[in-house]
């Protein structure tokens, strides 16, 4: 089936560091998306994006978090500065309209 | 607004007994409903999608009918197998808005011998 690749597969950095999780969406996909998932609890919707803009934010996307898809390349979620609670591990995902999200195996981000 | 309740948090089975989870929406206009998986420490996958009333869509011996009188979406199988212990996500979009699915909290199966 429809793949979507996330790189890195796992990111342990610093507190206050900057920090930039990658995802290779479906590749005739339009709509992309970032989830978050800490350790034995649900996942929560960040963000989605269409057409270059953010099309709708939660309030777990704090101000220092960023997204872009500069010209059909990686979709980026960017954490700056980095804190203690963004430790999770971050799922992106990509459809093609209504049809049903595909998701990445996740980025596990440690932030010590 | 959108919304997607999956009452139970937690339902434990015995192997080869029958599974239903159950799933209702609020939604303004005509959804289309979905299924989602995440096995442990993996991402969630697709497991089911319905997008036209009284179709039932099959997948691994999961099946759901999507029942737009009542608002429901229930996911069932004939009999359980460990291996479908994990997180089920019962989620809606709506078509001609920005798709962003709306998730239900999530319900974990957990079959045991």
């Known amino acids: 089936g429809p793949k979507v690749l996330q790189i890195p597969s796992h990111q342990i950095i610093d507190m206050g560091q900057m920090v930039t999780l990658n995802c290779d969406p479906v590749?005739?996909?339009?709509?992309f998306y970032w989830y978050k998932q800490i350790l034995g609890q649900q996942m929560e919707f960040l963000v989605n994006?269409?057409?270059?803009?953010?099309?709708?934010k939660s309030k777990l996307f704090k101000d220092q978090f960023s997204v872009e898809r500069p010209d059909g390349s990686y979709f980026t979620l960017k954490i700056q500065p980095t804190a203690l609670e963004d430790s999770a591990v971050y799922f992106c995902?990509?459809?093609?309209?209504?049809?049903?999200?595909?998701f990445g195996s996740g980025t596990r981000l440690t932030v010590l | 607004g959108d919304s997607v309740t999956q009452t139970e948090g937690l339902v434990t089975l015995t192997e080869g007994l029958p599974v239903m989870l159950n799933c209702t929406y609020q939604?303004?206009?005509?959804?289309?409903l979905f299924w989602y998986v995440q096995h442990l420490n993996e991402a969630p996958k697709l497991l089911l999608k319905?997008?036209?009333?009284?179709k039932r869509p099959e997948h691994q011996g999961f099946h759901a009918t999507l029942h737009k009188s009542s608002s429901s979406f229930h996911l069932q199988k004939s009999s359980a197998q460990l291996s479908d212990s994990a997180l089920y996500y019962c989620?809606?979009?709506?078509?001609?808005?920005?798709?962003?699915?709306?998730f239900g909290k999530g319900t974990s199966l957990v079959v045991h011998p």
């Open positions: 995902a990509s459809s093609l309209g209504g049809r049903g999200l595909y």
């Open positions: 590749s005739n996909h339009l709509y």
């Open positions: 994006f269409y057409n270059g803009k953010v099309m709708e």
């Open positions: 939604s303004t206009y005509s959804p289309f």
């Open positions: 319905s997008f036209t009333d009284n």
């Open positions: 989620a809606l979009s709506e078509a001609g808005g920005n798709y962003k699915p709306t």
